[in-house]
């Protein structure tokens, strides 16, 4: 069966329309099954910067809505163009001008989403037309975005699983802090299941290390499926809508689920060095998307990606 994960963006009611209310911290989930496809609908609870660069790290598709052009709106148009997201649906107001929409799509991957009125009918049928590959032949890979202890249970995280297949029993490292944990069961939709392959979300019952070490972000692999560094050097294009311009100082970063502090520490020809007091968990293919979250207006610096660690 399909999965399908879905960003919602700067619309507050459509979640509940489209599919059931589940986990909720500074994100809510809602989930949604077919007779095709099962879907997870992220949304922000209000408009914070570092929740939305997290979800975006994850999705396969977004929903934006675009009832009026702000710098929110725009904003939220840069950073999923900057993680590449290419596949959505824009809600737009009866009447819109197609103009308006073309402003902040134009020479984006925004540029192929489907731009609709808010017809909820619709809208699911675009969402089941969706495809996505799915990388399962490669190590396993499950990327945490919530985890709790539940008593006569024990650990529990939430989560996707980016490649491979996580299966009952397996015996996977945590990142970044290299420990060896043991996946004691697996659920999906509340019901359990002996494995589970990229593209799923997960409820993972975990042995080997505690809610609190299995923080956002936190990744549970196969040996050499991901990488840990302090220390890293970005191949990195600046966001040209950014008026400070990119310089040396304290900023914070987001890869994968993790938004930590950073040091950006040198810049050269195309390239920054970063580094933070805590490992960062990222995989080759990663976005890196740094952030200047005291920013008054725009908080996108520009992306990356690593090409050197240390």
Not at 154 to 176: A, F, M, N, Q, Y
Not at 272 to 300: C, Q, R
């Amino acid at each position: 069966m399909k999965n399908l994960t879905v960003g919602i963006f700067h619309d507050e009611e459509i979640g509940r329309e489209l599919g059931k209310r589940g986990t909720e911290s500074d994100m809510v989930m809602y989930n949604r099954r077919t007779d095709d496809c099962i879907f997870t609908f992220m949304q922000p609870v209000g408009d914070k910067v570092s929740v939305k660069s997290q979800i975006m790290s994850c999705i396969d598709a977004a929903i934006l809505a675009v009832t009026e052009m702000t710098p929110a709106v725009g904003e939220t148009a840069l950073m999923l163009d900057s993680f590449g997201i290419s596949r959505g649906v824009i809600i737009v107001p009866p009447y819109t001008e197609p103009s308006t929409i073309t402003t902040i799509t134009k020479g984006t991957s925004l540029e192929s989403f489907v731009v609709t009125e808010r017809d909820i009918p619709k809208i699911r049928e675009i969402l089941e037309g969706f495809e996505s590959a799915r990388d399962t032949s490669s190590p396993v890979s499950v990327v945490v975005d919530h985890s709790f202890h539940v008593k006569g249970v024990g650990e529990i995280v939430l989560g996707s699983v980016r490649s491979g297949i996580v299966k009952r029993h397996d015996k996977l490292l945590l990142l970044p802090d290299n420990t060896e944990v043991v996946v004691r069961s697996i659920q999906m939709q509340d019901k359990d299941f002996n494995e589970a392959e990229a593209g799923s979300r997960v409820g993972l019952a975990i042995k080997g290390a505690t809610a609190e070490e299995m923080d956002r972000g936190s990744v549970i692999c196969a040996p050499g499926s991901a990488r840990t560094s302090t220390t890293l050097t970005l191949a990195f294009a600046p966001n040209r809508y950014y008026a400070a311009g990119i310089r040396e100082g304290a900023f914070h970063l987001t890869v994968g689920m993790q938004t930590i502090p950073v040091n950006v520490t040198g810049i050269n020809n195309g390239t920054i060095t970063i580094e933070s007091k805590k490992s960062m968990v990222y995989t080759p293919d990663g976005t890196f998307l740094l952030l200047d979250l005291n920013a008054k207006k725009l908080h996108v610096m520009g992306k990356g990606h690593a090409i050197a660690s240390s």
